[in-house]
C-alpha cells in the first residue's frame, strides 16, 4: 500500500473511533485508493458491517483490492470471524488498530484455506454461527 492510502486509512479509523471504522482500496484510472464505506453494523463498536450500497459504489468507480476495517482499543490481529469473513470474500483483509487516540498498527492477511473449528471458535452472529 501507497502511504496516502494508509494514511487515509488511518484518518478514517480516527474520524470512526469509538465505532469500528471500514472501506475499501480500489485502484481506480490505476491508482490507489482509499474508499471510506459506512459501518451499517447495529453495534460499530464492536463489529463493521460493509454497507452494500458503498461497496457497490465502489465496484462501479475500479477494482476493489482489500477490504479495510479498524480495531478500536485492540490490536490489529484478525479475530476468527475475520478470518473466516476474509475467506468468504476472498479479498486480503487489513485491519488497523487505534489504541489511545493514535490509529498505528496495519496488518494486511489474505485468504489461505482457513476454517475455524467447529468445537471451541468464537460466536460471532451470521460469521460462525451454525448458518
Avoid at 480516527?14 to 453495534?43: F, M
Avoid at 496495519?106 to 452472529?125: C, K, M, T, W
Wanted: charged share 20%; aromatic share 6%; with cysteine.
Amino acid at each position: 500500500m501507497i502511504e496516502s492510502t494508509l494514511a487515509a486509512i488511518r484518518g478514517h479509523a480516527l474520524a470512526s473511533y469509538p465505532h469500528e471504522s471500514c472501506g475499501l482500496i480500489c485502484i481506480i484510472r490505476g491508482k490507489e485508493r482509499y474508499i471510506p464505506c459506512r459501518n451499517t453494523a447495529e453495534t460499530a463498536s464492536e463489529h463493521f458491517q460493509l454497507s452494500a450500497e458503498d461497496y457497490a459504489n465502489a465496484e462501479d468507480r475500479g477494482e476493489i483490492t482489500h477490504i479495510v476495517h479498524s480495531h478500536p482499543d485492540v490490536a490489529a490481529r484478525p479475530s476468527e470471524a475475520d478470518k473466516v469473513a476474509c475467506e468468504a470474500s476472498g479479498l486480503p483483509w487489513a485491519i488497523v488498530s487505534v489504541i489511545d487516540g493514535i490509529a498505528g498498527e496495519i496488518n494486511v492477511f489474505e485468504p489461505s484455506g482457513y476454517e475455524a473449528p467447529l468445537i471451541g471458535r468464537e460466536f460471532s452472529h451470521g460469521v460462525t454461527d451454525c448458518v
